[in-house]
């Protein structure tokens, strides 16, 4: 691998929490709990995902496996899956165990098309925003939007906005009103992370 795509994936694998600011702005921020990590039974580099309200940490609403890559043509990349009957993996991130995350399969994931992040380089880290063309389409209380996200990822945390934009009109229908999440890392895995894919 080379150097900047460990450091993307390195920086990652850990979990990250808004609690100071959702404890500073109650009605505005949830309580987030954001955590990847490394799942050494797949291609190098794959990462779950949970997010989680932190007042239930096991019932996460978004259970994803996260690729970071590098591409010749589009450079730094994060390739989104999402995972056949996610519901059996629920809490697992955190589990001591590692029993049940290890049993995600390949045959398991489906790329989440218009969703991968195109990263560059930043100088605290990295900043991905999702690729261009409004193909990220999600399905929220029964209407269709396109996402357009961005994050920012740092040693000591990560800054995300989500937005959701009518596909027609363009117009912004859900999501940061109020500026980005602002998340600080809690547990760093990034040991594991360094250890998973020893002859890749
Ligand atoms: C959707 N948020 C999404 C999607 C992505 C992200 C990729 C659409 C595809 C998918 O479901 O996987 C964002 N995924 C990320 C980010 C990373 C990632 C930033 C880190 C690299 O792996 N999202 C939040 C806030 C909340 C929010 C807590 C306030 C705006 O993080 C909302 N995100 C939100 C909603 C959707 C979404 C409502 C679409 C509908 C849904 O999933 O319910």
Same mark, same amino acid.
């Given at each position: 691998m080379d150097q900047q795509l460990k450091s993307l994936t390195e920086l990652l694998c850990g979990g990250f929490s808004n609690q100071q600011q959702a404890f500073e702005n109650p009605p505005l921020y949830g309580h987030i709990k954001v955590r990847f990590r490394p799942l050494p039974q797949l291609t190098k580099g794959s990462l779950l995902l949970e997010q989680a309200y932190a007042i239930a940490p096991e019932e996460p609403y978004r259970v994803r496996v996260l690729r970071p !890559?590098?591409?010749p043509?589009?450079?730094?990349?994060? !390739?989104n899956y999402s995972i056949r009957d996610d519901r059996r993996f629920w809490g697992s991130i955190e589990e001591a165990?590692? =029993?049940r995350r290890l049993s995600i399969e390949e045959g398991d994931l489906k790329l989440l098309e218009g969703c991968t992040y195109l990263v560059e380089t930043t100088s605290a880290g990295f900043r991905g925003t999702v690729e261009p063309g409004c193909r990220c389409l999600v399905t929220r209380r029964g209407? @269709? =939007?396109y996402l357009v996200s961005e994050f920012e990822l740092s040693?000591?945390?990560m800054q995300t906005i989500d937005r959701g934009h009518d596909p027609? =009109?363009?117009e912004h229908l859900w999501g940061s009103v109020a500026g980005p999440f602002q998340f600080d890392r809690y547990v760093d895995w990034r040991d594991e992370c360094a @250890?998973?894919?020893?002859?890749a």
């Open positions: !890559m590098r591409c043509e589009r450079g730094l990349l994060i !390739m165990d590692p =029993s209407t @269709t =939007s040693a000591t945390g027609k =009109s363009h @250890t998973a894919w020893p002859n």
